[in-house]
């Protein structure tokens, strides 16, 4: 769909129309043509209770003759979202390329909205940690690895060290040749649970000489799979970097196909305040997903399409794509590894806990 000025004039027309129809009045005041969806920002009357326009996203989708619309509120306006075919991927090389200058730790998510670049930096107060959710198919792995190979791209290895924890050994294999990934990628159980042990024995070194650097980013895909596969100890170790890791410079970048309670437990489900949310497979798991009611997140389009949730706020966004290839050239013209250290090497061996 390449939407000109007479088709979004005339969609807006019969979403007002659709609106009045039902009791719902709104007044369409514009809107922006994004890569995956088209936006209306639409006004209600006063009078009219947000819930009910955003009931009536069927009866939009099928007075606009597509397969489903997304309605959800955003601040004092209602966002009526058409979905579009996803022509070509937000490439991260490109983006990353077109940015005059990435702060220290900020990782790129992709455009948002407006299309602009959107950047998260780690270190922030309001972030620490991040949950991405989302179904198979979402773009969940395809996101974290992004986010990996944005960070790598912009900080050397010298001031930046992932650790990447992936038990199928599939979503973050790309970047294991990386300069900043410390101790190779992360599969085995039992792997996982030393090298966990470690990273909360180096953040009890670092609170106590009130050090943050290197910056620790560590990458789990698959969380609820760990914690079930890995038990007590693997979550106990979690739990406690999720809660003391960011003075220490410790972060978690964890995915998850349902972040319930039950399924990642309470206390770790509230050290993450934000969560990237994808495509999830019901109105209920969008709520659990996002912590909002009427999120949207069910209407979510797949393959990238995401919810960037903080503080209660949510803004769409189709995150940046980078292929396995391009993943392969990453390192090759950055900083190599601390003196005296190689690709992969333990940074423990060099610095005793």
């Not at 909002?292 to 209407?299: P, R, V, W, Y």
Request: aromatic share 4%; hydrophobic share 45%; charged share 25%.
């Amino acid at each position: 769909m390449k939407p000109d000025r007479a088709w979004l004039e005339h969609s807006a027309d019969q979403i007002e129309g659709i609106l009045a129809r039902h009791k719902a009045r709104g007044v369409v005041l514009g809107g922006v043509v994004t890569p995956r969806f088209i936006q209306f920002r639409v006004q209600p009357d006063p009078r009219v209770r947000v819930n009910r326009l955003i009931a009536l996203a069927e009866e939009i989708a099928l007075g606009l003759g597509c397969a489903s619309v997304r309605v959800a509120r955003s601040g004092a306006f209602v966002h009526v979202e058409v979905p579009r075919n996803l022509e070509d991927p937000v490439r991260l090389l490109q983006l990353a390329a077109s940015l005059d200058a990435v702060p220290p730790y900020a990782a790129i998510l992709g455009l948002e909205e407006a299309g602009q670049p959107l950047l998260l930096r780690l270190p922030a107060p309001d972030v620490v940690h991040i949950l991405i959710v989302g179904t198979t198919g979402s773009g969940k792995s395809a996101l974290a690895r992004t986010m990996l190979a944005s960070l790598a791209l912009n900080n050397d290895a010298q001031t930046l060290r992932l650790v990447l924890i992936d038990p199928k050994g599939r979503g973050f294999a790309p970047l294991a040749h990386l300069p900043h990934v410390e101790g190779g990628l992360l599969k085995e159980v039992q792997a996982t649970t030393l090298h966990l042990r470690m990273l909360v024995r180096e953040m009890e070194r670092r609170d106590g000489e009130s050090v943050s650097t290197p910056v620790i980013v560590v990458a789990i895909d698959e969380l609820a799979d760990l914690l079930q596969t890995g038990g007590k100890a693997v979550e106990g170790a979690i739990v406690r970097l999720a809660q003391r890791g960011r003075q220490a410079g410790i972060h978690i970048l964890a995915c998850t196909q349902k972040p319930t309670a039950n399924v990642i437990g309470s206390a770790m489900k509230a050290n993450f305040p934000v969560r990237l949310v994808g495509a999830v497979a019901s109105r209920d798991e969008a709520r659990h997903a996002t912590g909002i009611t009427d999120s949207g997140a069910e209407k979510l389009a797949g393959r990238g399409d995401f919810l960037l949730v903080t503080k209660g706020e949510a803004m769409r966004f189709q995150a940046a794509w980078i292929s396995e290839e391009e993943c392969q050239s990453l390192g090759v013209k950055r900083a190599r590894p601390p003196a005296g250290v190689t690709p992969g090497q333990r940074w423990h061996e060099k610095e005793p806990l």
